[in-house]
């Protein structure tokens, strides 16, 4: 048991940091979106303006890669959920937090869609 509750918080860290990461590039995607509209807007030599358009296109490409890793961390996660269900040991507030971040992994993907 000790160790799939181990492996419990490692998957419910995952996800989170994936939660994170996928918020920071939409972030990022938003700023160097502004940033090329800026330039365009402000007539940048046409170097730069495409500079900043491969960045942004950089940044964009990270987001459907944070989407597959999250969506793997996820299935992880309810894979030892289950494990710790079958094994009747599905308490505690390790417990507790893995649920609440599956709830709030699915809702992301649900907003996304």
Known sequence: MAS???NLKIKTSTCKRIVKE???YEKEVER???????????GADPYDIKQQE????????MIPDCH????AAL?????????LEESNEKH?????EAEKVIAEVEQLFQAGN
């Open 4 to 6: 799939t509750m181990k």
């Open 92 to 96: 505690g507030a390790e417990v507790e």
């Open 75 to 83: 299935a992880d996660l309810k894979n030892i959920l289950l494990e």
């Open 22 to 24: 996928l918020h920071s």
């Open 54 to 61: 491969n960045v942004l296109a950089e940044s964009r490409m």
């Open 68 to 71: 597959k890793r999250l969506e």
């Open 32 to 42: 160097e979106a502004a940033k090329v509209a800026d330039m365009k807007d402000k």
